[in-house]
């Protein structure tokens, strides 16, 4: 089993900045892909932003120059810088790890963007 913790949400205004971190129970040397997903009330969840173990990185049009992902292997961890945060950018953030046993969550954080 593989734990994924997320943490880093909350308030913020427009415009503002949020970084999101997401810590694995394993070594991140043994994950292939992580990714960021969002989910907005009455929405499906969404793909935000992922990296592959060689550090290349994909992101969603309505994030990209805005959102950054990056991974730091030594602490086992994924991060996801935000800013110029937008109204629309609400939702429940959720990290997601592709390992060789199997697909994990974590069991997401709120960020909430004021107008």
């Known amino acids: 089993q593989v734990q994924l913790v997320e943490s880093g949400g909350g308030l913020v205004q427009a415009g503002g900045s949020l970084r999101l971190s997401c810590f694995a129970s394993i070594s991140t040397f043994r994950i292939n892909d992580m990714g960021w997903y969002r989910q907005a009330p009455g929405k499906q969840r969404e793909v935000v932003?992922?990296?592959?173990?060689?550090?290349?990185?994909?992101?969603?049009?309505?994030?990209?120059g805005r959102f950054t992902i990056s991974r730091d292997n030594a602490k086992n961890t994924v991060y996801?810088?935000?800013?110029?945060?937008?109204?629309?950018?609400?939702?429940?953030?959720?990290?997601?790890?592709?390992?060789?046993?199997?697909v994990y969550?974590?069991?997401?954080?709120?960020?909430?963007?004021s107008s």
Do not use: F, H
Request: charge should be neutral; aromatic fraction near 10%; proline fraction near 2%.
């Open 49 to 64: 932003a992922a990296i592959d173990r060689g550090g290349s990185t994909s992101y969603a049009d309505s994030v990209k």
């Open 80 to 102: 996801l810088q935000m800013n110029s945060l937008k109204p629309e950018d609400t939702a429940v953030y959720y990290c997601k790890a592709w390992t060789l046993i199997g």
């Open 105 to 113: 969550w974590g069991q997401g954080t709120q960020v909430t963007v």
